[in-house]
């Protein structure tokens, strides 16, 4: 098989060639399928944040960072909450940081970390981590897997930060002091709005 068709030696049959051949001799075809693989957990993540701008430079401070997480049952919870800070720290790489240049013949610019900013300790926040109490019928014990889904939410949630303290909307990452100046600068409201939880 391959996309569409039928491989036989003598080349390839398309499958609407291959109904029609099947149709002038009386062959009737029939598949069985399905979609969405075998059953396994969801988990669920929310991020907030509250950061503060210097509009002259572009600064973004990051002054307070939550993260909710369901995990189902938490067994080893200093385990689970290192993943969770190491995923937002991960997230925040890329939210705020780490871009890949590609100059005008298609060449990556940023092939060294010289030139690829990554997020130094004293660029991370303490993150508060907060645990939902939830059980999984499938995960061992409960448990529920938490992989990269804590990187989801942070860039939104960041963006959505930066929304309520400058009024300004930003659509695109990372968002550099150079953007969030430009952005700024550009912009004809810039009176922030209240604060807003998200």
């Known amino acids: 098989m391959a996309e569409e068709a039928v491989l036989h030696p003598d080349g390839r049959l398309s499958l609407k060639e291959l109904h029609a051949a099947g149709a002038a001799v009386g062959v009737e075809f029939t598949a069985d399928g399905h979609f969405g693989g075998t059953p396994r957990s969801v988990t669920f993540n929310a991020q907030w944040f509250r950061v503060a701008v210097d509009p002259d430079s572009g600064e ?18 200093m385990q689970c909450r290192g ?23 298609g060449a990556v610019e940023t092939a060294a970390f010289r030139r690829y900013r990554l997020p130094q300790y004293a660029d991370v926040p303490r993150t508060e981590v907060h645990f939902m109490e939830t059980a999984d019928a499938i995960g061992p014990l409960g448990a529920k897997s938490m992989s990269e889904s804590l ?6 949630a960041f963006a959505n930060a930066l929304r309520d303290a ?5 659509t695109e990452l990372p968002l550099t002091r150079d953007r969030v100046w430009l952005a700024l600068a550009n912009s004809p409201r810039r009176t922030p709005r209240p604060p807003v939880s998200h």
Not at 166 to 170: A, D
């Open 166 to 170: 400058t009024g300004v909307r930003f």
């Open 83 to 105: 993943q969770v800070e190491g995923g937002v720290a991960q997230a925040l790489g890329a939210t705020l940081f780490e871009n890949v240049r590609i100059d005008e013949h």
């Open 60 to 77: 973004i401070r990051i002054l307070r960072s939550v993260h909710a997480a369901d995990a189902g049952k938490v067994m080893n919870p």
């Open 151 to 156: 990187f989801n939410p942070v860039a939104p």
